[in-house]
């Protein structure tokens, strides 16, 4: 069965500072990846997802994520953080696009001045 | 884009009490609709896979008869918590997968129903 490993529970980052949270799978072939954020009490946001091709992704709100087979990585990135991106953020996969998403535990973004 | 409405967003009840969560695909067709379960500051857990139609598909470990869950229509499936306990509180979150991009993956999530059982 596939699974979603976020290695980071909790990040805290400065206002303006780049960011980086780490995904990793496991599955056997490439799967569908996903990145979603979500506020408190809110539901989920996507914020990008990667089927095939270049493997650099581009999504909303200045996020990017790369995908690396070679490392089953899918690690989501900001080159510069404001303090409205303080959210959880979910690392999410799907074997196929007839499946339901495998979500990651979450990592919690905290935004410091 | 596609959106994904959950009502209501938050419900109070009283233990032993049924409550009753929709979730609508408001400008597209879901034949599948999957229901996921999140506690305070853990990650989301499918529950159940909702087909149009027919029988809901439940994860294992998931009580089918407490989570009583019907796909009447390809635009509305609903999740009824029944003889709730303090326990079922919870965050409940459906998604639900557009016809048009079925080969895609992606879901569209609605915003969730915080229930609050007394």
């Known amino acids: 069965a596939q699974s979603v490993t976020q290695p980071d529970i909790h990040i805290t980052v400065s206002e303006g500072a780049s960011l980086e949270l780490r995904c990793n799978y496991s599955y056997g072939a490439t799967p569908y990846l996903f990145w979603y954020v979500q506020s408190p009490g809110q539901g989920l946001q996507l914020l990008l997802k990667y089927f095939s091709g270049d493997t650099l992704v581009q999504g909303i709100k200045g996020f990017e994520a790369e995908f690396k087979r070679s490392q089953s990585s899918f690690n989501l990135r900001k080159p510069s953080v404001h303090w409205s991106d303080a959210a959880e953020y979910f690392c999410a996969v799907a074997p196929s696009g007839n499946t339901p998403l495998v979500f990651g535990k979450g990592t919690r973004l905290s935004v410091i001045a | 884009g596609a959106v994904v409405s959950q009502h209501p967003s938050r419900v109070i009840c009283k233990s032993g009490t049924s409550v009753k969560i929709e979730c609508r695909s408001l400008?597209?067709?879901?034949?599948?609709m999957f229901w996921y379960r999140q506690f305070p500051k853990q990650s989301l857990m499918l529950m159940a896979t909702s087909n149009e139609g027919s029988k809901a598909t439940y994860e294992q470990g998931v009580e089918k008869d407490k989570f009583l869950i019907n796909h009447a229509s390809l635009t509305l499936s609903t999740l009824t918590v029944t003889s709730a306990h303090p326990e079922d509180s919870s965050f409940y979150i459906c998604?639900?997968?557009?016809?048009?991009?079925?080969?895609?993956?992606?879901?569209?999530f609605g915003e969730g129903s915080r229930l609050t059982v007394l």
């Open positions: 998604s639900a997968r557009d016809l048009g991009q079925g080969a895609t993956g992606e879901l569209f």
């Open positions: 400008d597209f067709q879901a034949t599948t």
